[in-house]
């Protein structure tokens, strides 16, 4: 039987601009002004094209998928994940090699793409899932388990903009699940909605791996990745090295990471202060740390002429329960930093941090005190993860979402000493 | 393309509800808008140029030309905008692309239908009567699709990588209602200049119009310069239609 997809040296490439200052879009003007440039001085042609880098985001990938296989894909950011999917899904073109996919593709790359916010809930459900390539009299007679499982029938007739982040979040996943293609590509979507919701959708996606169909599925969650899929592949910068049983290659992958760290860099440095870089030592590779392990977070800031009073926090997110576990900071009044131009290091440490098991990200904000300028806000970079690897609880396992964080206690355990007296009494 | 016909309505349902859903006097301003017009070009080209009526009062006059008119305005300027503000959809999901930029103009055709009540109401009031070609306005209403369609095809798929693309489109409607035959009749023209201005293809699709709503009399269509306009039409069309199709692979790398 031939397999229901078949990749065969597929290999991504992306032009990207170095040393010339990035601007977002390309203007036609700016194209016109090269090229009259460049007709008057034929010599500076040669360094045109050298601002130009290829940088390949997938070379020689090639692999196999069966019928009603559940393959996983790990690999850290940037390794070439989200582009396979895309190329899969047909999102975008592979510059060379070829894929065959025998059946009807879904992809599930966002929750809620095409959600409009004016739109009614009912509305939006039709709308996302002909997106999807659902046909109407499908959803039609799926309808009311789409929206039992989004829990969101009171307010079907509310516009999508008047629903909580989590109701969007749920709804979307609830019209995705309840998709039948012959293949189902899913990116890392199941890190969202409370925890009952997640249990939920884990669920759904039990079922769906045990319904036969075939399912590729893009995690950071390595328990995740252990409940669902029996196989899994590793990609490391568009290359796949590993393939195989998904307890090996998990293992493999949680070893080999080439450093300690979640990462977050800018090379841009220009008139405006700015931040480099910020680093998560965690204490395993990939951005896995252990729970109780000392903890630290390294930024680098750009100052291009010294700052007066300058305030950089940092919030530690909870991307489970969608709130801030811990908010440090650092004010120029009471430690000084960056009075002078150039590049400064701060490293904040965390002896013995008492965040829970689950998955966060960090939100950097560096400014003037408040009121004055924001010189950078960055938002949702370096996730890492805190695991409990080594420090298991035996009777009852952890569980993501369980709690906010984790304290150390003492307990004491007494017997009553006149209880018994009074109930032989 | 045939298969995601059901995506094609949705999203063409979509754009429809979004626009009257949350505006104050919701269908009001597609009445609005053209009647303003109307009333403005009336008294400017008729009542102070004093330009020929060939019999036609002047607001019917200008209304059978306003109503293609407007429908080639919006419709250019929402499919060419089209794929800018679905990129999200672009980058996140697989359909033909086309879908995009040709439900929006499915949008400006529920305009467009509004705006031909307001004309049919003020036929009656003018007393105007309705002659035989009237049969062939549906015909003229497909070539102002396609005159709309094409250069909107290949202006949002030029705007997915040059953003100025944008800011020609609203240049090009405004120019375009001074240079085509809305506020006058084509005969107007200069003989001798008459084939270079058919070159617009606006002034075949509403030489069309008025000719089938005014009837054969009180309008003519000079046809070596709607076979030219015909031409300018399919031209654009072409043209759009093969600089989309070699482009729409690489949308979601680029937009």
Known sequence: MPSIISVENLGKHYRIRRGAPRSKYIALRDIMAQKLTSLFRPASKSSDSSGLETFWALKNVSFEVNEGEVLGIVGHNGAGKSTLLKILSRITEPAEGRITLRGRVASLLEVGTGFHPELTGRENIYLNAALLGMKRHEVQSRFDEIVAFANVERFLDTPVKRYSSGMQTRLGFAVAAHLEPEILIVDEVLAVGDHEFQKRCL???????????????????????????????????????????????VANYLSTGNENSALYESQERDSTPKVLRVEVRTSKPGGIHSLFEPLEFHFQIWCPHPIRGACLSFAVNDLTRLSTSVNPWIFDSEQPFARSAGVHHLVCRMPKPHLFVGNYSLNVNFSEPPGGVKFEQLKGVCSFQIECVGRQRLDYPFEIGEACFIEDCEWQANTAKDYGATASA | MFEYRELFFFLAWRDVLVRYKQTVIGIAWAVVRPLLTMAVFTVIFGRVAKLPDGGVPYPILIFSALLPWQFFATALSESSNSLIINANLISKVYFPRMILPTATIIVALVDFAISFGILAVMMVIYHYPLSISILSLPLFVILAFLAAWGPGLLITALNVKYRDFRYVVPFI??????????????????????LLYSLNPMVGVIDGFRWAICGREAASVYLPGFALSLVTVITLLCLGIAYFRKTERGFADVI
């Not at chain 1, 950071?220 to 393939?243: A, E, S, V």
């Not at chain 2, 120019?175 to 200049?193: A, C, K, N, T």
């Open chain 1, 203 to 249: 669920g759904k996606m039990q079922e769906v791996s045990q319904s036969g169909r075939t399912v590729l599925f893009v995690s950071h969650n390595m328990n995740t990745l252990g409940t669902l899929t029996t196989r899994c592949i590793h990609l490391h910068r568009g290359n796949i090295i590993n393939d195989g049983p998904t307890s090996q290659v």
């Open chain 2, 173 to 194: 409607v405004q120019m375009g209602l001074y240079i085509s035959p809305v506020g006058f009749r084509s005969d107007v023209v200069p003989e001798q200049w008459r």
